[in-house]
């Protein structure tokens, strides 16, 4: 079930956690900083064995830690070579089942490149492999939520009309928000009370309240160009009007996750909580 609240934690383990580290310390000293929740980082691949995934999810039990997931880099639903598309829907399939054995609600991944082909015929391709990735999930009775990560480059599928389009079309999909990667994708918009409060009425109008009710959202400061994103950056050193956006998800009442994505990312998680519950 979707938490009760808005939950505010790291991209990872954190980088404080005593050595040596692990998913299972990550997780315990994410309840001593006084975090809501921790990501699965699977970027380089879902390495993690399902009885590793067992004790994760006792930890996550244990210390009250809400769970997400990020699947591997390697994914282009749209790639040129089908062996490459065959690849990446194995690794996305991967990353939901460990994740759901960790006891995480949702995973996140990045899932294609336009390739230079025509948008309207790439979310064509992604939406019939994600609706396969998702009847084999369900085949599985995995109901783990498949949400493709809006993206910080013009070259990226994964814009906020294609992912709510998407949404639309898949029930068990829905997006992660990277409010970071949008501000970036747009050359700078999306920085502004009005702005952030129109993702929200837009998601609310495409999805109904229940997509408000149980977010997945992800973000950092970021260094960006006219081509979109650079690099992540810490909070105060970047652009990102984070307080109007914490601003924004608490006028909306919104719950879920929010993963900090920042370099310093236990720092600025607790930064980001400390700011929401100080409106």
């Known amino acids: 079930m979707p938490p009760n ?15 040596p580290g692990g998913t299972l310390k990550g997780i315990a000293r994410v309840k001593e900083l006084g975090l809501d929740s921790m990501e699965l980082e699977f970027v380089h691949g879902v390495r993690m064995k399902p009885a590793m995934a067992k004790q994760v999810n006792q930890a996550r039990l244990e210390h009250d830690v809400g769970l997400t997931a990020h699947g591997p880099y390697y994914i282009n639903l749209n790639s040129l070579e089908e ?16 994740a759901h054995l960790c006891g995480a609600e949702s995973f996140t991944f990045h899932a294609a490149f336009y390739m230079k082909k025509d948008p309207g015929m790439v979310f064509k391709q992604v939406l019939t492999q994600l609706q396969s990735i998702r009847d084999t999930l369900d085949s599985e009775s995995n109901p783990i939520t498949i949400r493709p990560e809006l993206t910080g480059k013009a070259t990226q599928w ?26 970036a994708r747009n050359g700078g918009k999306y920085n502004t009370s009005e702005e952030f409060e129109d993702v929200l009425a837009q998601m609310e109008a ?36 984070y307080i109007e956006l914490m601003q924004a998800l608490k006028d909306f009442d919104v719950k879920g996750y ?14 980001l909580k400390q700011t929401y519950n100080g409106l």
């Open 5 to 19: 609240k808005l939950c505010f934690g790291p991209a990872g383990v954190p980088r404080t956690t005593p050595s």
């Open 83 to 98: 062996d490459k598309i065959k690849a990446s829907v194995e690794r996305i399939l991967a990353t939901g089942r460990i």
């Open 158 to 183: 994964g814009s906020l009309e294609e992912l709510l389009n998407l949404s639309c079309e898949i029930e068990g999909v829905l997006p992660c928000i990277d409010f970071a990667h949008l501000h």
């Open 206 to 241: 495409a999805l109904g309240r229940a997509a408000l009710d149980n977010l997945h959202i992800h973000l950092a400061g970021i260094e960006y160009s006219d081509k979109g994103e650079r690099k992540h950056l810490d909070l105060q050193d970047s652009d990102m009007n």
């Open 258 to 271: 929010l993963v900090c994505e920042s370099p310093n990312q236990e720092d600025d998680a607790l930064l």
